[in-house]
C-alpha cells in the first residue's frame, strides 16, 4: 500500500521554485515602495501562532482596512484579533527583524516590481512551531482615494 508524504509549505514552495523563477527573485530584488493603496491574497502558514490561514488583505496608507478570512482560520483571527493581519510592508519588516536577529531561515522572494511573493522564517531550525511562511498572490496597486 502507497503511503502519501505531506510535505510542508517551504519544501512545496521549494519545488515550485523554478516554474516561478521569470516572475520572482530570490533575495535580490527592486526597491519596493509600499503604494498608497494595494490589496492582496496571504496564505500564512506555520508554527504556532495568530494569524494563520488564507486572507484577502486591502492597505491604505500602511494600514490594513479590509481584512476577509477566506477559511475558518482567518475569519477567527479577523473577528477577534485582527491586529494580527499583517501588511506587506508588516512582513517585510517582519523579515528585517529574522535576519538581525540571526534567525536560522530569514528567506524571500520578489516580483519584478519587488512587492514579495513569498517569505520563510525559521528562527530556530531545531525548534518547534517557530516558524512562518506566507505566500503572497492576487497583489493589485488600487487607484488612490481622494
Known amino acids: 500500500m502507497a503511503r502519501l508524504r505531506i510535505l510542508p509549505f517551504f519544501a512545496v514552495s521549494a519545488l515550485a521554485l523554478p516554474a516561478a523563477a521569470c516572475d520572482s527573485t530570490a533575495e535580490s530584488s527592486p526597491r519596493w515602495v509600499e503604494p498608497e493603496r494595494y490589496s492582496f491574497t496571504l496564505l500564512s502558514e506555520g508554527g504556532e501562532r495568530g494569524g494563520i490561514g488564507k486572507y484577502r488583505i486591502t492597505v491604505a496608507h500602511g494600514k490594513v482596512v479590509e481584512a476577509v478570512g477566506l ?17 506587506l510592508g508588516g512582513l517585510l519588516a517582519e523579515l528585517r527583524q529574522a535576519r538581525a536577529d540571526n534567525a536560522d531561515v530569514a528567506q524571500a522572494l520578489f516580483g519584478s516590481d519587488g512587492h514579495p511573493t513569498e517569505i520563510h522564517l525559521d528562527w530556530e531550525t531545531n525548534a518547534v512551531d517557530d516558524e512562518a511562511d506566507y505566500l503572497i498572490t492576487e497583489y493589485h496597486v488600487l487607484r488612490a482615494t481622494s
Do not use: I, L
Open 71 to 87: 477559511d475558518a482560520s482567518a475569519r477567527r483571527t479577523v473577528a477577534g484579533e485582527p491586529h494580527n493581519v499583517p501588511t
